[in-house]
């Protein structure tokens, strides 16, 4: 073999060579760019799910608040909010509002369990009402330290008389 013969075949063998490579190249950019636009409809689909999850959250939350206590009305508004920001639909706005509206239903229920226990000469339960009514109180912004005495002195009359019912009886 002579060494134009050399230099010919080497040169035929880096372009076969070059040539398989943009063969073996093409298809893998090519797939790529499939792959961007594949993935933009699983993005829409993930996002949709995103809010249909909001939206039964929403439901459920307010479903919460119509029937349940604060409790689970408070993980209700937690999901919620955790399902709204995922979904990008989150409005702060109605979140403070829902967050008002279950500690003002709490506020008013702890006061009616407060008085009920009174009748039912159940202090240690009557005592724990009044401290969710002053914690929400507190954390809504409407605790008031006078009526607090106030019910502090309805629960030590309710006390007192219970004791001397107690000591009648014997």
């Given at each position: 073999?002579?060494?134009?013969?050399?230099?010919?075949?080497?040169?035929?063998?880096?372009?076969?060579?070059?040539?398989?490579?943009?063969?073996?190249?093409?298809?893998?950019?090519?797939?790529?760019?499939?792959?961007?636009?594949?993935?933009?409809?699983?993005?829409?689909?993930?996002?949709?799910?995103?809010?249909?999850?909001?939206?039964?959250?929403?439901?459920?939350?307010?479903r919460a608040m119509e029937k349940d206590a604060f409790y689970s009305g408070h993980v209700a508004l937690n999901i919620w909010r955790s399902t709204a920001l995922d979904a990008g639909t989150f409005d702060q706005s109605q979140y403070d509002e829902f967050?008002?509206?279950?500690?003002?239903?709490?506020?008013?229920?702890?006061?009616?369990?407060?008085?009920?226990?009174?009748?039912?000469?159940?202090?240690?339960?009557?005592?724990?009402?009044?401290?969710?009514?002053?914690?929400?109180?507190?954390?809504?912004?409407?605790?008031?330290?006078?009526?607090?005495?106030?019910?502090?002195?309805?629960?030590?009359?309710?006390?007192?008389?219970?004791?001397?019912?107690?000591?009648?009886?014997?």
């Open positions: 073999m002579s060494c134009s013969q050399l230099a010919k075949s080497c040169k035929y063998l880096n372009l076969t060579a070059s040539l398989l490579l943009v063969l073996l190249i093409a298809p893998l950019a090519i797939s790529k760019d499939k792959t961007k636009t594949d993935q933009n409809p699983s993005v829409n689909v993930r996002q949709e799910m995103l809010k249909r999850e909001a939206a039964n959250a929403l439901r459920r939350l307010k967050k008002t509206r279950l500690y003002e239903k709490s506020i008013n229920d702890s006061l009616r369990c407060f008085e009920e226990f009174l009748l039912e000469e159940d202090i240690h339960n009557a005592n724990f009402c009044l401290q969710t009514w002053r914690m929400h109180s507190k954390e809504l912004g409407t605790y008031d330290q006078a009526e607090y005495e106030v019910f502090k002195e309805k629960l030590a009359d309710a006390k007192a008389a219970k004791a001397a019912r107690r000591a009648k009886e014997k």
